[in-house]
Every structure is written in C-alpha cells, then in structure tokens.
C-alpha cells in the first residue's frame, strides 16, 4: 500500500511541473555570462588546424576545413563577422536574457537574447507562430520558436546564415537546423544544443554549454564587445584570399602529431564520437613530424 502511495504520489508530482503554464515557470531573465570548464582549449585558444575529433563530419566538411586559412580572419570583410547562433554561446559571451510581454494579457509571447559579441539580438517566439518558407532571408541568429517543456525551455531555429561548427575552418551550412534546451539550476544555466546539417554532417552534431548568473553585470561589461571596426591588417592583391588547394595544406597533420593521436582519430566522423571507437586507437599508427613544405594561397 505504502509503495502503490508512493508511486501515485510521484505521478501527481510529475504531472504538475509537466502542466505548469509558462507563466509560473522559472524564468530565464538576467544577465549571464560563459563558463569555460567544458571544452576550453576549443572554445578560448582556439582549436588546433585539422582537429576534427569527435565531429560528426563528412566527406564535404573535411574537404571544406582542409582548404581554411587562418588568415582569412584578417580579411577585412571577415573581421567583425558575427558567430552565428549555433556557436556564439561558446566564445567569450555575456547574454542578457528577457521577456517580452503581451501588453492585455500579460502572456510571454517571446523570449529576448541580447548577445555582448557584436551586439547580436535573439527573438525566440512563444506566440505559436510558424517558420517561414524556405526562401526567407537568413540572419546569423536565424528564426526561432520555443515552447514550454516543464521547467525547460525547448527552442528550434532556422534560417541560419552559413557559419562554422568548430572555428578552425569546420564549416556549417545555411540548411542547418538547431533544436536547443535551456534549463536553469539557481545560478546556472545550461544550454544543450542539437545541430543538423545535411551538407556537411552525417549525424547530429550535440553540445551542452553553462553559463553563470551574473547579478554585478555593468553596461561597461557589453559596450566592450559590442562594435567592431575592420581594417586592413595585411596587404593583399584585389580579390586574393587565403587558401589551400586539395593535398597542399601543410599543417593537417600537426595536431595528430604533436599530441601522438593516429591521424585517422583526428580527422573526425561520426564514428570518433563514441565510446566504442577509443578501443581502436591503439591499433591505428600515428603520425611522425615531418617539416612544412606547402605554402599558402
């Protein structure tokens, strides 16, 4: 009898939180900022050319990331350009989140994004609107939608302009989609982000960001990041961008190398995210260093 109570009683429990209208939810608003304890060397140095561990690429996104120059960055047409919104939270951030408020009914009908990184803005719809048609502009935050899941905040956003999933040249297509799940543990906010791409991944792409509360946050704190001015860093013919040709990039094998991984694990794939595939590597060889000979285009 006691265990029969018990299990109705969790029942009724679960059922509440699942039903409770977004008006009693805990809200997200406030000020937040990153946390870099989950995959720092990535997120903060940066990651290392031909590092694609553990990204579910394919054919299309290796060819595409092996062609990337770093030096495309000093472009004065790439020096301010905006993370798009399946990456932004994972670079040095600060995210001012709010609501936006029916005036008659008081209803949340979306949730607001200020982002300190270029001064980019978010509008998550919570009024039950549809997507656009495929033939919409795209922006850098894309269109987004979000319903109530209990305490957790369910986003899908499309309409993203063409960026990158990791920023050492893995690319991400204007066809991709993102489905995100906020949810927020006292001064903690996790965000667990799932990317499709059918262009340049064969499997979803999933990732879990944290960011901190921050209740001392001042306006100096945004207007540090929020304007970019380009200039010309580098002198360079009209038109004359870095590149690599297939084969000829000379730092493919550096990573492997220097933190003696076989190449193949590197090199990313669907596989490479698995537990399964880390009893492989002993049996793969690694590759030895050998002096840059290719030059950048």
Not at 160 to 180: C, D, F, L, Y
Not at 272 to 294: D, G, K, L, Q
């Amino acid at each position: 009898m006691v265990r029969r109570l018990s299990l109705v009683v969790m029942l009724v429990v679960f059922a509440i939180v699942v039903a409770t209208p977004a008006w009693a939810q805990s809200h997200l608003n406030g000020d937040w900022v990153g946390l870099f304890h989950e995959d720092e060397p990535e997120r903060a140095p940066g990651p290392d050319p031909g590092d694609y561990a553990g990204l579910p690429i394919n054919a299309a996104g290796r060819l595409y990331a092996d062609s990337w120059d770093a030096g495309r960055l000093t472009l004065p047409e790439h020096q301010c350009r905006a993370h798009v919104s399946p990456y932004i939270l994972r670079g040095p951030i600060r995210v001012r989140i709010t609501e936006e408020r029916d005036p008659t009914s008081q209803d949340v009908v979306a949730v607001k994004q200020f982002m300190s990184t270029w001064a980019q803005e978010r509008t998550i719809w919570l009024d039950g609107r549809p997507h656009p048609s495929e033939k919409a502009p795209h922006t850098w935050m894309g269109f987004s939608t979000g319903e109530w899941i209990g305490q957790t905040l369910k986003v899908v956003t499309t309409h993203i302009k063409q960026g990158w999933h990791r920023r050492n040249g893995v690319p991400m297509s204007a066809r991709t989609r993102m489905t995100e799940y906020y949810f927020r543990h006292g001064e903690v906010l996790t965000q667990v982000s799932i990317t499709e791409d059918p262009v340049f991944l064969s499997e979803p792409l999933v990732k879990s960001t944290d960011l901190r509360l921050d209740l001392n946050t001042r306006p100096a704190d945004y207007q540090r990041w929020l304007f970019c001015q380009p200039d010309e860093e580098i002198l360079r013919g009209a038109g004359d961008v870095p590149h690599y040709l297939p084969g000829q990039n000379p730092y493919v094998e550096e990573f492997a190398t220097r933190v003696h991984l076989p190449l193949e694990a590197v090199r990313g794939g669907a596989e490479t995210m698995y537990p399964e595939y880390a009893r492989r590597i002993p049996t793969m060889p690694v590759p030895t260093a050998r002096p840059a000979s290719a030059s950048s285009r």
